[in-house]
């Protein structure tokens, strides 16, 4: 493959789509390589990911790739890695056009670079990262829209430590453009592809999770289950085969095998996913920060972006991700170009005690100066200054007495401003500090004062005011799984706002909680902590959609049996009724008619024609009277009329439609016998 120039750190003239101007190259690889960059409209820093001109010019990428894109454009979620802009770019150099995709630039790197340094998850915390994942997923599949390449270094980590999914919508066609290359695809690429993948079916929402299964057994294990030393031994190796469970999985192993089944009707959907991670997460204890990674790069001062005037721009620059490893789950082995400085976020240490006994000098001794030879006092020294101390005393007293003194008033629940001016008249050296209360719960409200109310105080002396920060902030509690009822009352008793919001669901019951949001803040997550009377959206189960009951006339039983099994109703056949329209076998009515709803698992009455309703043609007694042969073929549903002779004559020759029926000749209700009686 060709070298391009996504290769190099990009020159600085290097502007991609007349407005990112590509800073550096965070990493590279055969398939696409990363960029820092600097959007000049939106004034902000961006990850610029370019893939190269040799896969877009692979047969089908270009419309699969766009239309992917188009897709996942409107999804935003919070575990999702924003996506700014995507379109096509001729790199200088490249006689071929590229593609580019512009994310939000994150700061703590991904699972993988996690992994790579030999570092492992506890249970606690990759059910954590598998939540977030799964809340991803899950809504990716409401849109039906799939992945396509779940795998750690899809996983990314923002400093506040939640994790993101990257590389929706162009991660599918990407994969896809390397699986079909000649020789097929390499084996870090099919580590994490589902059996049917493999099997060379098409990627669907169960991939997804199986995926996430296997990333999060690698981050618990420090091993990919299956993985072998070539790419059709991987792919080989988990077909028909369940995921191997070991005791470092711990709680967890039942999830992530349910999630790992190598029949995807039998796997579980992200959804219950992320379900089943809740309720296993009653069983674990809560987690320790996940050791993200966090690069920063040397100072840009003189490299800072420049505008089109050539003057620097400067902004608050939140540090990349490492990438590498991201690169290389599409692509060859990734040649990192940024410089980085790598370390675990830790938590801050406690700052040294500079009193503590180690810290403290002994002071030396002075020096005892040297005695000089006493000389005896003017004896009236002495009472002249007795008479100096008391004279002190006597002002002191008089200063004390003659300072205004004044009673603190009862300042609380007033507003700061307004008690400020309540104090102003007393001189007083008023400082203030805030608190939040549930007392006082109303913002710059006074909480308390020192010294409190009823006291006195002169000018001059400290007065301190408690000021109000708003009521005691509370926790936000996970609800989902939740019955929605316990939920709204869990909510209520925390003095949350809750309401809800009712979504059609075929998997989850009637009124359980499938989600749940802040919508003044959707990326806050269980935990987080914020003000009584937040709003929070719960999204609730209303069960089933209802089904609209399709036109079954004139269709055969078993047609009809199976269009209605596919919607979830079921069918009942009522008594059949003899129709002279409707052929033998097919659907003359049905209960309720098209057009109408049900319930999942009601049922559709439907009544099937048996045909025209036939008699048989009797045997006659042998020389029998008109008469007689009338009432026998009368009875047996047909019309008798004489054609010839005498009604007291003996029947002489029968007739239908001109000719002679037989004894259990089959005919339609009604029709006409003509007999001539001699």
């Known amino acids: 493959m060709s070298t391009s120039p996504t290769d190099t750190p990009s020159a600085r003239s290097e502007v991609v789509a007349g407005r990112y101007a590509l800073e550096s190259t965070v990493a590279s690889g055969a398939t696409f390589a990363i960029h820092d960059a600097w959007d000049r409209e ?18 089908g990428f270009l419309p699969a790739f766009r239309t992917s894109m188009q897709a996942s454009a409107s999804v935003s979620h919070p575990n999702l890695v924003a996506v700014f802009d995507w379109g096509l770019h001729t790199l200088h150099g490249d006689a071929g056009q590229s593609a580019y995709v512009v994310t939000e630039r994150l700061e703590a790197g991904s699972l993988r670079d996690i992994l790579d340094r ?18 991803a997923l899950a809504e990716v599949h409401r849109r039906n829209l799939v992945h396509g390449d779940v795998t750690p270094s899809k996983v990314l980590f923002g400093a506040d430590g939640r994790a993101r999914l990257a590389d929706l919508g162009f991660a599918g066609p990407v994969q896809a453009a390397q699986w079909s290359a000649p020789g097929g695809p390499e ?44 790419a059709a031994a991987t792919l080989r190796g988990r077909v028909d085969r369940l995921l191997p469970v070991s005791a470092d999985l711990g709680v967890l192993a039942p999830v992530l095998e349910h999630a790992a089944r190598p029949n995807r009707s039998e796997r579980s959907t992200a959804v219950e996913f992320g379900l089943e991670l809740v309720n296993t997460a009653k069983r674990l204890p809560r987690p320790e920060p996940i050791p993200i990674v966090m690069q920063s790069q040397a100072s840009r001062s003189a490299d800072e972006p420049a505008d089109a005037s050539g003057v620097p ?20 082995e990734v040649r990192a170009t940024a410089p980085s400085t790598v370390a675990d976020v830790q938590p801050q240490q406690e700052p040294q005690r500079l009193n503590s006994v180690d810290s403290m000098q002994t002071p030396t001794a002075a020096p005892t100066p040297h005695r000089q030879p006493s000389r005896s006092r003017p004896r009236w020294v002495l009472p002249a200054i007795a008479a100096v101390v008391v004279l002190v005393a006597i002002l002191g007293a008089r200063i004390a007495l003659i300072t205004p003194t004044y009673v603190v008033p009862n300042l609380v629940g007033q507003d700061e401003a307004e008690a400020l001016n309540t104090v102003m008249p007393f001189s007083w050296v008023v400082s203030s500090t805030s608190e939040r209360s549930d007392e006082v719960p109303t913002r710059g409200a006074i909480i308390r004062t020192s010294p409190p109310a009823g006291e006195s105080l002169r000018e001059g002396e400290a007065f301190a005011l408690v000021v109000s920060d708003g009521p005691l902030l509370r926790e936000l509690p996970e609800v989902t799984g939740m019955n929605g009822a316990d939920a709204l009352g869990l909510l209520d008793g925390i003095g949350f706002e809750p309401f809800t919001e009712v979504v059609f ?47 079954l006339l004139g269709k055969v039983v078993g047609v009809a049996r199976a269009e209605l099994v596919n919607l979830g109703l079921r069918i009942v056949e009522t008594d059949g009724v003899h129709s002279d329209e409707i052929p033998e076998g097919e659907i003359l009515s049905q209960d309720p008619v098209p057009g109408s709803e049900l319930q999942r ?5 439907v009544t099937v024609s048996l045909g025209p309703d036939l008699i048989t043609f009797p045997s006659l007694p042998r020389n029998a009277s008109f008469e007689e042969a009338q009432r026998i ?17 003996k029947v002489e020759e029968i007739s239908i439609n001109g000719e002679e029926p037989s004894v259990g000749d089959e005919f339609p209700g009604g029709t006409v016998i003509s007999i001539t009686a001699v």
């Open 313 to 332: 721009v400067t902004a608050d620059h939140a540090s990349v991700p490492s990438t590498d490893h991201e690169v290389a789950a599409v692509g060859d």
């Open 118 to 135: 030999g570092r492992a998850l506890t249970a606690s915390q990759a059910l954590q990262v598998g939540l977030d994942i799964c809340h």
């Open 601 to 605: 698992g009601e049922a559709v009455a």
């Open 505 to 551: 669901n075929e998997v989850i019951e009637v009124g359980e909680v499938i989600s749940w949001q802040v919508p003044d803040d959707p990326t806050l997550s269980t935990g987080a902590e914020v003000e009584p009377g937040t709003l929070i959206r719960l999204v609730l189960s209303g069960g089933p959609a209802p089904r609209t009951v399709p036109d």
């Open 633 to 649: 073929l009368t009875d047996a549903g047909f019309v008798v009329e004489l054609a010839l002779g005498t009604t007291e004559g």
């Open 42 to 59: 939106a004034q902000r820093w961006v990850t610029v990911k370019i893939i190269r001109s040799e896969i877009v010019r692979t047969a």
């Open 187 to 230: 084996n870090h690429m099919v580590l994490y592809a589902s059996p049917e993948v493999a099997s060379g079916k098409t990627a669907t929402a169960a991939a997804d999770v199986y995926g996430l299964s296997l990333s999060l057994v690698e981050s618990l294990t420090g091993s990919v289950p299956f993985a072998t030393d070539s």
